[in-house]
């Protein structure tokens, strides 16, 4: 299957955003925190979070 450059383009920005949001929890930001720093809703970062340790397979921050 091969993605068009949009879908490749959303995909990497996905991930790129995946990438700097497991960053931040590594520095020990809050949810809250994480929002504030990448201007989105703390529901949208709790999405995130909840399909990022799905994707590892951990349940919280200390398994990540």
């Known amino acids: 299957m091969q993605l068009t450059f949009e879908e490749f383009s959303y995909a990497k920005a996905y991930s ?18 994480i929002s504030e720093r990448l201007v989105l809703s703390p529901k949208t970062v ?19």
């Open 46 to 64: 709790k999405n995130h979070i909840t399909h990022i340790f799905s994707k590892m397979q951990v349940t919280d921050r200390t398994g990540s």
């Open 16 to 33: 790129l955003l995946h990438r700097k949001i497991l960053e931040l929890i590594a520095q020990g930001l809050s949810n809250t925190q």
